[in-house]
């Protein structure tokens, strides 16, 4: 059994923190303490100490970053990680970055949001009737965590989903990451067998089975799709109005 208090350094470690908390606060708090990943918690740490230029000045938060906002919330929005200069320096998921000011700004024409910007921890940001989290919760080198560190990092993902479930109707997932992570957690959390073959990453597409949280797939909202027209404002308040439609919200 892990020590009480000691910070999670091994997957089997993550694991036992993650089925040990019982509630939301607890599971922010024991993410935030993790050391699974060296690779992760080396770059991390790098990141944060020789930081961008343009924020010399602040001190990065440099761990990983827990869930945001509701606890009993009927949408949750899967994202691949945190930023390095986002999440990453700020400590809260998409905040404090080009993603995140589109996603946000999108959030809030859909009234998920009570504001169009996420620039700090304390800038006043509330989600309603929505919780955004990660597959993976620390920022990897060139946003690409490798298959060993999503693995290890599963069990927090499980564990979330698991204390929201009551009243968790559908999954926005972004990007193909965020939607190939879905898949075990739907096997450990809801008991449930992906459909085979099993459905593919696209825009827009849609999974729905008895059971479990309708999945709507989107587009991540990187600079990437989001500069080059691949992902509009548009495609966007399409899928969080079928995302709220689907919930019961519209």
């Known amino acids: 059994m892990l020590p009480s208090g000691a910070s999670p350094r091994t997957p089997e470690a993550v694991e036992a923190k993650a089925a040990s908390a019982a509630s939301l606060s607890v599971l922010d708090a024991e993410i935030a303490d993790c050391f699974a990943c060296p690779r992760l918690v080396s770059w991390r740490t790098e990141v944060a100490v020789t930081k961008r230029a343009a924020f010399r000045d602040q001190t990065y938060w440099g761990r990983p970053i827990p869930g945001f906002g509701a606890a009993d919330a009927e949408i949750a929005i899967l994202g691949l990680a945190p930023a390095a200069h986002g999440g990453n320096r700020t400590g809260r998921i998409f905040t404090g970055d080009r993603s995140g000011d589109v996603l946000f700004a999108a959030l809030h024409r859909a009234g998920l949001a009570n504001q169009s910007t996420s620039v700090s921890v304390d800038d006043g940001l509330q989600l309603r009737n929505t919780r955004i989290f990660a597959a993976v919760r620390c920022a990897p080198p060139d946003n690409k965590p490798l298959p060993q560190e999503r693995d290890t990092c599963a069990p927090w993902?499980?564990?979330?989903?698991?204390?929201?479930?009551?009243?968790?109707?559908?999954?926005?997932?972004?990007?193909?990451?965020?939607?190939?992570?879905?898949?075990?957690?739907?096997?450990?959390?809801?008991?449930?067998?992906?459909?085979?073959?099993?459905?593919?990453?696209?825009?827009?597409?849609?999974?729905?089975?008895?059971?479990?949280?309708?999945?709507?797939?989107?587009?991540?909202?990187?600079?990437?799709?989001?500069?080059?027209?691949?992902?509009t404002p548009a495609m966007l308040d399409e899928v969080f109005a079928r995302a709220k439609a689907r919930a019961g919200l519209a």
Not at 191 to 204: C, I, N, Y
Request: charged residues 15%; aromatic residues 10%; glycine residues 10%.
């Open 157 to 231: 993902l499980r564990r979330e989903l698991e204390l929201i479930r009551p009243s968790l109707r559908v999954v926005v997932a972004l990007g193909a990451f965020a939607w190939a992570a879905w898949w075990p957690a739907l096997i450990d959390v809801y008991g449930l067998r992906p459909p085979v073959p099993r459905p593919k990453f696209g825009h827009g597409a849609e999974v729905i089975l008895p059971g479990a949280p309708d999945l709507l797939g989107c587009f991540h909202v990187s600079q990437q799709n989001t500069f080059t027209g691949r992902l």
